[in-house]
């Protein structure tokens, strides 16, 4: 009988983060390899789940299993995720344990001291989840005779293996470790306190010691500790106590990217929606020149310190200063979704009267068109009194002055409170975007979407659409956002403390001339240092010519495709070779 291998997983079917994309895009090469045996777990979440996921007639041999269960008051729902590979999965209600999870969080202080005092829902639900996803996997091993291998992702499934002894391998994937993560984001000095602190102790510094304390756990009991990065096997090694058995970088696929033939066409069509898009957004207020212009952009979770967005924003501060009125304009986006208060409706309304504009010209053009030839046959002079008639010159005027206009310039095309913290910090270094900064900033606090009103591009088709990703990450232990930017083809920084360019110095060389990916010191380098390297990395290629943006390019999309899940696929075939053997 062939193997079967079972993931489990809080974001199977249920989009919260990065695991979602990293199990989405690699259940196609582990379907080809485990052919009907692959199974993933997650949990049933009533208002969510049935957008990620087709019900299924239970197939006869899970008949027993499901009935089972069903006598611990556990629903068990089959079915296929709905991603192209389209994997069969378990979704599991765990609700029945929701009434008793103090009963839960007691089992787990008795057997490993699990101390849960201070917890609440973001903990409750999953170790509710667990509970029934172990009885179920009890179950299901009684049952099924086939050899199987468990592998778990992250503390929010680890006490899965907690809960019961289930004898089988088990893999316990951390993607990020809860301290690590949490000390980071705080603001303190990470990578300097990781070999003197005690971990346990540190838990408790910041409310965070149930989580760490499952994960830690789940990491000792597995048959194999697995990490995405070298950069989060020292890190987990000091945190968790335990040295990861295997090293699992998380792939992308290609083919979900142009080609590099198709990348041009790509950015110049994305790029025109952009000009169209910062014209309304800025017009209505002064001129702005898009010729000589360069768009930059930072993406991904409001994790201020985490991300570096608080360096982004500095250095922007700092290149505002430097660039010349020879140099490029710089429009900058963040694309970091947040709290909104509602549309700035202004906004809206002049998008609303640009397009209208557009529309009336596109009417005359014909008209126009026919009284230009004749202007310059008869080489009469040219104005827009006599391009235009009076009538249609008025209504022209007409529409134009239905533009609105506030007594601040706008950043944010949407409503946000004052005290935002990304809006706070713009203001602080000047980017207001006054007529004279040759740095201007959209903030942009919603999930890119097609049908969102503004730009009115998916993600991909805006970072195509750019020139340079920003990413300088305080804490980023692969770093997806990257290596999306890269393998569009554009320009594309990070720092040395990714686990992604961490990866890449391992396996390649770096063109000196054009590097295509920047790599920034960020490890132990106060924040002064980092943005004045940054910003000088940004103008760097603000004053590249053409043909030397293009080469570099060239050569992040060639980088970011030595990442492709074709490649590192085979790094979890051997784990589960490895599964299998013990």
């Not at 040219?382 to 249609?392: A, D």
Request: aromatic letters at 14%; glycine letters at 4%; one cysteine or more.
């Amino acid at each position: 009988m062939e193997p079967i291998l079972i993931e489990i997983s809080w974001e199977v079917a249920n989009k919260v983060g990065g695991i979602y994309t990293v199990l989405k895009e690699k259940a196609r090469y582990i379907q080809e390899k485990f052919k009907n045996n692959y199974y993933l777990i997650g949990p049933f979440l009533p208002n969510k789940s049935f957008s990620d996921f087709s019900a299924l007639p239970i197939p006869y041999e899970f008949e027993p299993i499901i009935d089972e269960v069903k006598k611990f008051g556990i629903d068990v729902y089959y079915g296929e995720w709905l991603i192209e590979s389209r994997p069969k999965c378990f979704l599991i209600d765990y609700t029945r344990f929701l009434e008793n999870i103090n009963n839960l969080k007691y089992e787990l202080w008795a057997k490993y001291r699990i101390d849960s005092l201070r917890t609440g829902d973001d903990y409750n639900h999953p170790i509710a989840w667990c509970k029934a996803v172990s009885i179920f996997l009890k179950c299901f091993l009684d049952k099924v005779p086939n050899k199987i291998i468990l592998h778990l992702h992250e503390w929010l499934s680890g006490s899965v293996i907690l809960f019961e002894n289930l004898q089988t391998p088990s893999i316990f994937t951390t993607h990020a470790t809860v301290l690590g993560r949490s000390m980071a984001e705080s603001g303190l000095e990470f990578w300097e306190h990781l070999s003197i602190m005690n971990p346990d102790e540190e838990a408790y510094k910041f409310a965070v010691e149930a989580k760490h304390m499952v994960e830690k756990m789940s990491a000792r009991k597995a048959t194999f500790f697995t990490v995405i990065s070298r950069v989060l096997a020292i890190e987990a090694e000091h945190i968790l106590g335990r040295k990861p058995d295997f090293i699992l970088p998380n792939g992308i696929d290609i083919s979900k990217f142009p080609t590099i033939e198709e990348i041009s066409y790509a950015h110049r069509v994305n790029r025109e929606a952009i000009r169209e898009f910062i014209l309304y957004f800025f017009s209505p207020y002064y001129k702005v020149e898009l010729k000589n212009s360069l768009f930059y952009f930072i993406s991904g979770r409001k994790e201020i310190k985490n991300k570096g967005i608080d360096i982004f924003i500095r250095s922007l501060g700092e290149l505002n200063k430097k660039l010349t009125d020879s140099d490029p304009n710089i429009f900058a986006f963040i694309f970091v979704p947040s709290e909104v208060i509602d549309v700035d409706h202004s906004i809206f309304h002049n998008l609303t009267v640009y397009r209208n504009l557009e529309e009336k010209i596109e009417d005359l053009v014909p008209e126009i068109k026919s009284r230009l030839v004749h202007f310059l046959i008869h080489k009469e002079k040219i104005s827009s009194e006599t391009l235009f008639s009076k009538e249609e010159f008025l209504e022209i005027q007409k529409i134009i002055k239905q533009l609105k206009t506030d007594s601040k310039f706008p950043i944010s095309t949407h409503i946000l409170n004052p005290q935002d913290e990304i809006l706070q910090l713009l203001l602080s270094v000047g980017l207001d975007n006054r007529p004279e900064n040759k740095v201007k900033v959209i903030y942009y606090p919603i999930y890119l979407h097609r049908g969102d009103g503004f730009l009115n591009l998916d993600y991909n088709e805006a970072i195509i659409g750019c020139h340079v990703g920003v990413f300088p990450s305080f804490y980023e232990p692969w770093g997806y956002t990257p290596l999306e930017s890269a393998i569009s083809g554009v320009i594309t920084i990070t720092t040395d403390l990714t686990g992604f360019s961490d990866y890449l110095q391992t396996i390649t060389y770096f063109d000196k001339e054009y590097p295509g990916i920047y790599i920034i010191g960020r490890k132990n380098k106060r924040g002064a240092e980092v943005v004045e390297e940054l910003s000088e990395v940004l103008l760097k290629i603000a004053r590249f010519s053409k043909a030397e943006r293009v080469q570099n390019k060239l050569e992040a999309r060639r980088l970011a495709s030595l990442c492709s899940w074709d490649n590192l696929i085979s790094n979890y075939f051997d784990l589960y070779s490895a599964a299998l053997q013990r």
